[in-house]
Antibody, heavy 126, light 108 residues
């Protein structure tokens, strides 16, 4: 059974870089039929798509975060990672990694999430 | 960016009742690319419905989805105690892929 597990620091100082890793077990990160993504949820608020990656390294990002976000993959470690630079308290959230079926139509990718990690709370504070 | 509005912040119903949750998009959602998720406290969201009306694997048939264009509905035909949670809609056809703000379904 597929399991996704986020790991990384739970506290990051303002203007520093948030770095998280998602480890995939019980399934293949190198599958052609999935992308892998990050979604966040500020405390008491709704969900926001951050970005996605294919095992070959193809990425897509939310335009609102694109200048600060990098998603990368290391198939040998069965991991993909999130890097968010210059964080502020607005970046305080539970960060989820998730699996995305590799759906697309003639306009491009279709990004929905069919399996999720448990989430990790990251607080931005000095 | 497509903004999704879930009109009722909180819906109070009793077990056994029918729940109807709405999701309205600021512009037409391409080709029924609308999903619904359920989130319980302290848990990750769980995919319920995609393609506006297709149940995800293992989802009971008391959950159904409908709608097209800008107006979508999630119906729970007869509420079970485990159905009380927050429900989010998400459009997945146009980047950025956006979520509604959620509707909390609480026990009356």
């Amino acid at each position: 059974q597929l399991q996704l597990k986020e790991s990384g620091p739970g506290l990051v100082k303002p203007w520093e870089t948030l770095s998280l890793t998602c480890t995939v077990s019980g399934g293949s990160l190198s599958s052609q039929i999935y992308y892998w993504g990050w979604v966040r949820q500020p405390p008491g608020k709704g969900l926001e798509w951050i970005g996605s990656i294919f095992y070959r390294g193809t990425t897509s990002y939310n335009p609102s975060l694109k200048s600060r976000v990098t998603v990368s993959v290391d198939t040998s470690k069965r991991q993909f990672s999130l890097r968010l630079t210059s964080v502020t308290d607005a970046d305080t959230a539970v960060y989820y990694c998730a699996r995305e079926p590799n759906y697309f139509d003639n306009s491009g990718r279709l990004v929905m999430f069919d399996e999720w990690g448990q989430g990790i709370l990251v607080t931005v504070s000095s | 960016e497509i903004v999704l509005t879930q009109a009722r912040g909180t819906l109070s119903l009793s077990p056994g009742e029918r729940a109807t949750l709405s999701c309205r998009a600021s512009q037409s959602v391409k080709s029924h690319y609308l999903a619904w998720y359920q989130q319980k406290p302290g848990q990750a969201p769980k995919l319920l419905i995609y393609g506006a009306s297709t149940r995800a694997t293992g989802i009971p048939d008391r959950f159904s989805g409908s709608g097209s264009g800008t107006d979508f509905i999630l119906t729970i035909s007869r509420l079970e105690p485990e159905d009380f949670a927050v429900y989010y809609c998400q459009q997945y056809g146009s980047s950025p892929y956006t979520f509604g703000q959620g509707t909390k379904l609480e026990i009356k």
